[in-house]
C-alpha cells in the first residue's frame, strides 16, 4: 500500500491501528482504576491521575490482573504501529 500523499492525511491502515489502540487504550484504563481501587484508594489516583505509575505499581498483580497489563500491551503495540505506517 502507498503512503498517503502530502496533505491528505494518515494512512487507512494507520487510523484503523489508532483508533484500535485508543478502544483498548480506554478499556485497560477502566481496568486499571478498578484494580487500583480495589487495592487501595491511594493506588486508586494514582491510577486515575498517573496511569503509567499504576501499571508499575500493579505490576505484583500479574497473574491476577493479567488482561489489563495485555490490553495496554497492545495498546501500545498499536501506537507503535501507526506511528511507522
Known amino acids: 500500500m502507498e503512503p498517503a500523499a502530502a496533505g491528505t492525511g494518515m494512512a487507512p491502515v494507520a487510523a484503523v491501528l489508532t483508533v484500535f489502540a485508543l478502544v483498548f487504550a480506554f478499556i485497560g484504563w477502566l481496568r486499571l482504576l478498578r ?10 489516583l494514582i491510577a486515575f491521575f ?3 505509575l ?11 490482573e493479567r ?9 501500545l503495540l ?6 511507522v505506517l
Not at 484494580?35 to 486508586?44: D, H, K, P, Q, S
Not at 499504576?54 to 497473574?63: F, G, V
Not at 498499536?78 to 506511528?83: D, E, G, I, V, Y
Open 35 to 44: 484494580a487500583g481501587f480495589r487495592e487501595n484508594t491511594v493506588t486508586g
Open 50 to 52: 498517573l496511569p503509567p
Open 54 to 64: 499504576a501499571l508499575l505499581i500493579l505490576l505484583p498483580l500479574w497473574p491476577r
Open 67 to 75: 488482561e489489563m497489563f495485555l490490553l495496554a500491551g497492545a495498546a
Open 78 to 83: 498499536f501506537f507503535c504501529a501507526a506511528q
